[in-house]
């Protein structure tokens, strides 16, 4: 007798997350215990920068149009405003890719569609993931019921592992990577694209921080790489570009040339991301899409891209402390993530050295994955004067 309600019994083979719930404990007892000392935080995995004017503009005459009869919206189409793709299109297009408005969607971030994606796919997938990687990947496959399997990023490989021959349904990369800011080459992901197309695999490429990369040859989206288009979705955001952490828009490409068998046939995976959207999604704000627009404009682009600059300053005098200490680094010149090698400590362990000794706070990396156990990330988001006393204070007590 009686009805066997269960809740989803996978959510407790999750790992607990306590990452920066611990940071902020730690960080809460050193204030108490020494009040007086001033904490300088170079942990934060947010921007700091406000909106580009450009972007502010175009919410405000996007508020106006929404209070007005004659211009109100109500819900957008089921991919998005045109206007926004049209403006991604181009932005892709100045990258050499070229998109249909069709295969392009636009969301509420690239954690939510990460998140989602997991939806369209088998639930016998098998999931490789690199170790360490931003965990929204993991554990939402976790939730799924699927049992990621890793593979290992380390120093012989700087942090950007390749195809090691295992099979794999869905493949998900990260780059520039969070947290260790190392960015693939072209070659490397040609190896990426080759391996899926040859086994049948699906990479889930996240370019959240793709406009962080300065050096002409390195690619910032995995459709530049010839065959991407037959094996690959690509899942970008403008939190991290435009600072869009708290305004909420991001977007996914899922190539019409991407196919895969469901029942039978061969069929289109933009077709079932489609339907998964006009399901269980209703679009994102047209305000919200009106700034993510603006930030693609020439003004906006010139605006965002010095914040961005700002950011990469923070980082290039984070490295440059770490070069002349002799510590192994990677990351920093394109992403706003350093990924440093502890010195002859554990990941909490040099936590607490050097929040106790200069009174710095950053992200142990053993919250990002068993191999990021020994290393530690430090990031360029936060304001300039607060990086160069870090940095000072740093030298001074290694
Ligand atoms: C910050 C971040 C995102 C951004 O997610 P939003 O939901 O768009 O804010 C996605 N992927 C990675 C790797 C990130 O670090």
Not at 287 to 299: D, L
Request: with cysteine.
């Amino acid at each position: 007798m009686g009805y066997k309600m269960r809740l989803n019994g996978y959510y407790e083979d999750l790992k607990q997350s306590y990452l920066f719930i611990k940071i902020a404990q730690k960080v809460k007892e050193f204030q108490k215990a020494r009040p007086e000392t001033e904490i300088m935080r170079l942990g934060i995995g947010d921007v700091t920068m406000p909106l580009a004017p450009a972007v502010t503009a175009a919410m405000r005459r996007a508020v106006d149009e929404m209070g007005s009869a004659e211009t109100f919206r109500g819900y957008s189409s089921d991919w998005g405003y045109e206007f926004l793709r049209e403006a991604i299109k181009g932005h892709y297009a100045e990258k050499g890719v070229k998109l249909d408005l069709s295969e392009i969607f636009i969301s509420d971030g690239a954690k939510s569609d990460a998140g989602n994606i997991t939806d369209i796919f088998d639930a016998d997938s098998k999931v490789l993931i690199p170790d360490p990687v931003y965990p929204v990947y993991v554990d939402t496959n976790i939730m799924a019921g699927r049992k990621p399997e890793y593979i290992a990023g380390n120093e012989g490989n700087r942090f950007l592992p390749l195809p090691d021959g295992r099979p794999a349904d869905l493949i998900y990369l990260c780059s520039p990577n969070n947290p260790t800011g190392a960015v693939y080459n072209k070659d490397q992901l040609q190896a990426w694209v080759d391996y899926a197309n040859a086994n049948n695999a699906i990479i889930l490429f996240d370019s959240a921080y793709e406009m962080f990369v300065g050096d002409a040859e390195l690619p910032t989206s995995i459709l530049q790489i010839p065959g991407a288009e037959t094996c690959a979705i690509e899942i970008c955001s403008f939190s991290k570009t435009a600072g869009f952490t708290g305004v909420r828009c991001g977007y996914t490409v899922v190539p019409n040339a991407l196919k895969r068998k469901a029942g039978g046939d061969d069929v289109s995976v933009n077709s079932f991301w489609l339907r998964r959207q006009t399901t269980k999604f209703n679009g994102v704000s047209y305000i919200s899409q009106r700034g993510a627009a603006a930030a693609f404009s020439p003004e906006g682009y010139t605006q965002i891209k010095e914040n961005i600059n700002y950011y990469k300053r923070n980082t290039k005098m984070i490295c440059d402390m770490l070069s002349e200490l002799g510590i192994w680094y990677t990351g920093g010149v394109n992403a706003p993530y350093v990924w440093m090698k502890c010195p002859n400590m554990s990941s909490w362990g040099f936590f607490d050295f050097l929040l106790d000794k200069a009174h710095v706070v950053g992200a142990p990396g053993e919250g990002f994955g068993d191999n990021g156990e020994g290393y530690f990330r430090l990031t360029g988001f936060g304001a300039a004067e607060n990086v160069e006393k870090a940095v000072k204070k740093i030298k001074s007590v290694m």
